[in-house]
């Protein structure tokens, strides 16, 4: 049983206005506490804690309602935390029936908020689209983005503000949906420069022509996630019902199927960081509720290998590009010695040096990419399981009015509701 | 920052007299998930709780403070559960200068409180050794058996009662500690009929010369992790200045380490129902504080490998014995078809049972016993990343007076800290 409390309940004595919810795909336990491991490299008494330990509320179980599968997917899992409704492994907001559900974007338009999706991965990936859009497969982005312009509600958009990659679902040869969205008034950027000069809370910035390159990899004129974060908070807190945005580092996940625990850590602090922003929003704001969560963990990642008793996090630190970077460089023909003296802080051994340079003979980026991938791994006693998902309980996060509602042993369809509730101000008994 | 609530400000209006620690030995946010989905064996919309998931209140940061290791072992991960000091791997309940460290079971018998320590190892090893003994060396186990019955407070002996495996180090040529206890006024038990009988808080029981056997392996003349809690809380209640009762699943871990999932299933549950007592006893006294936690995660035991999306348990539900017991018995001249048919509910394929055929020729026990977890992993998508531990956060389970003390992302000598307060009754922020 989840008791919603209501306002004059909860330890924060103001009403709420406005909702962040924040998805950190795949960043599991594993995840979250490797990043403290990062932050305490030496043998310690006292830890460093991360951005998210202190709003720590609980944990979620992330199963899907699949006819085959009891591992979710992230459509399922973000269907699940967007709608409150189990469905299969690639729905996006459709039920297993393949009826639409509505999403709390949905409600928090209806209740006359504005609304924003943002992600690190193309705007159209399953879990951003599963709050701001309905299909039954997360592979039809083209479908996703047309409806991203057409679906209404109550003859207007129901989404604000888009800000991600994903341009060439966009801007394509049968529809231009830049151009539609402009001529709704929207404004429509593609730089870092552009999005910190906007103040258009219409908003559709599209900084890639598909993911947004990873943190550490990220050329100047891309913005970070917490810029966009900054930006999309700015622009939509101007109105007095408030806003409901939803904010994904999603490609936290990607470094776990791709078993590149650099990319992780990398991703991990993009989205650190655009947490920080929304809480100190939400301080200072003092009507606004923050959640951060997972829809699942990534890779079967494990901290420790092998039977060896120390992650050592140094190596991941001495990188200052993802392998998959330095491996695109050197197949360019860059020099392998300036390659490692530009972009780590490493002293590789001759076994090291001579398993990458026999990498780059065979011309083929993933075998380059893992060369360094095995570096790295067996250097910090970093190990996989999957390339796929992994059915572990992940953290909640929360903090503001209401936060208590999100403590203890949550179901992820329980975040849904529990936030229909909040957004529709009832007070009710959910059972589960 | 924790503030240790006192008893006017927490949730319940009574006041505390009885704790009940409890540590799932190795039970990491893997385990408790996993042992949900055995709960869960058919696709679903709502799903079936463990008896662990209402009480879940926060995790805990397990590293421990070691000049070599990040990672750390059950002795000074109970040292710092048992103390609030991080300590090297190997040590009991002393810190990096050797110094002996107070535990809270000293605190509490300090305060007048009865103690006890049950384990379903030997009531000698890490764990529980590190709540009632001091030891610069996990593995000196006589000595930690002498030093149950040596180290005095006041005169008096400092552990009431002592349950679980081990009896090899107290019954020895050199010194038979059951005899001097006996003289001191304890019982000393052998069996469960024994267990069940007894009324005498003083009490030393040893079931097994080593470790309790698996409970799915466990003969009838032996007792139930849920029975040894159950004598205990009886017993020690008895005393208006309450008890302190320590608790371990300890081969839950065991089960990690020997990368043997049916065996952590079984112990998991015996685990399960012992928690389940003691909170069916705090419900009713409601002065009672139960806590439970794992001290770390075992294995890198994941669910889901390989890329598969779905987690089969059913093949560890179709096991009625541990596959060393089944290795056992074939080594002992069992019929193959005779033990599968009389031990498991499973359909063997043809190559499966000659895998199981060609390890029986080698006479080797871990031979045969692989073959079957090597089936059975197979069949479920279980994988494991290392046969010692890994670093991720632990669940905090809490339920009882002061329970709002363990919410959150707390480090694990947050624990002991926030037990030491509670005990000796101050109100005082702790800093961390």
């Given at each position: 049983m989840i008791t919603i409390l209501n306002n004059s309940q909860t330890s924060k004595k103001t009403f709420l206005r406005n909702i962040i919810?924040?998805?950190?795909?795949?960043?599991?336990?594993?995840?979250?506490?490797?990043?403290?491991?990062?932050?305490?490299?030496?043998?310690?008494?006292?830890?460093?804690?991360?951005?998210?330990?202190?709003?720590?509320?609980?944990?979620?179980?992330?199963?899907?309602?699949?006819?085959?599968?009891?591992?979710?997917?992230?459509?399922?899992?973000?269907?699940?935390?967007?709608?409150?409704?189990?469905?299969?492994?690639?729905?996006?907001?459709?039920?297993?029936?393949?009826?639409?559900?509505?999403?709390?974007?949905?409600?928090?338009?209806?209740?006359?908020?504005?609304?924003?999706?943002?992600?690190?991965?193309?705007?159209?990936?399953?879990t951003p689209a599963a709050f701001?859009?309905?299909?039954?497969?997360?592979?039809?982005?083209?479908?996703?983005?047309?409806?991203?312009?057409?679906?209404?509600?109550?003859?207007?958009?129901?989404?604000?503000?888009?800000?991600?990659?994903?341009?060439?679902?966009?801007?394509?040869?049968?529809?231009?949906?830049?151009k539609e969205f402009m001529n709704d008034g929207y404004s429509y950027i593609t730089n870092r420069s552009e999005l910190l000069k906007n103040k258009n809370h219409k908003l559709l910035g599209l900084?890639?022509?598909?993911?947004?390159?990873?943190?550490?990899?990220?050329?100047?004129?891309?913005?970070?996630?917490?810029?966009?974060?900054?930006?999309?908070?700015?622009?939509?807190?101007?109105?007095s019902n408030g806003f409901?945005?939803?904010?994904?580092?999603?490609?936290i996940d990607w470094g776990g199927h791709n078993h590149d625990i650099v990319s992780v850590m990398s991703e991990i602090t993009d989205f650190e960081k655009a947490f920080n922003c929304a809480i100190n929003f939400a301080r200072t704001d003092e009507h606004t509720l923050v959640i951060a969560t997972a829809d699942h963990s990534t890779g079967g990642f494990t901290i420790g290998a092998n039977g060896h008793y120390y992650w050592n996090s140094e190596t991941i630190g001495a990188f200052k590009r993802t392998p998959g970077y330095l491996a695109n460089e050197l197949l360019l023909g860059a020099n392998l010695n300036d390659i490692l003296l530009k972009y780590t802080d490493c002293l590789f051994t001759s076994d090291e040096v001579k398993n990458i340079e026999e990498a780059i003979q065979t011309y083929k980026p993933e075998k380059i990419e893992n060369a360094f991938k095995t570096i790295i791994d067996k250097r910090t006693n970093t190990i996989w399981t999957t390339d796929g998902h992994t059915g572990e309980d992940v953290p909640i996060y929360a903090y503001g009015p209401y936060k208590e509602n999100f403590a203890g042993l949550l179901d992820n369809t329980d975040i849904a509701k529990c936030l229909f509730e909040i957004i529709e101000r009832k007070q009710v008994i959910l059972a589960h």
């Open positions: 919810f924040m998805i950190g795909d795949g960043m599991g336990v594993s995840y979250t506490s490797a990043y403290r491991y990062m932050k305490n490299q030496d043998p310690f008494e006292q830890v460093k804690r991360t951005s998210f330990d202190p709003y720590l509320v609980g944990q979620q179980m992330t199963y899907p309602n699949d006819p085959f599968l009891n591992i979710t997917d992230s459509a399922a899992a973000a269907t699940a935390l967007a709608t409150g409704v189990k469905t299969y492994n690639g729905a996006i907001s459709v039920n297993r029936e393949l009826k639409k559900l509505r999403t709390i974007l949905e409600a928090a338009k209806e209740n006359g908020k504005l609304t924003g999706i943002i992600a690190t991965s193309e705007i159209t990936h399953a701001g859009s309905h299909n039954t497969d997360r592979n039809n982005m083209n479908e996703i983005a047309n409806s991203y312009f057409d679906e209404r509600m109550n003859g207007k958009h129901k989404i604000d503000l888009l800000l991600g990659g994903g341009e060439e679902f966009f801007v394509r040869k049968d529809r231009d949906l830049s900084f890639a022509k598909r993911e947004i390159p990873k943190m550490i990899d990220r050329p100047k004129n891309i913005p970070s996630l917490e810029e966009m974060a900054h930006t999309a908070i700015q622009c939509l807190n101007q109105h409901f945005l939803f904010i994904e580092g999603s490609q």
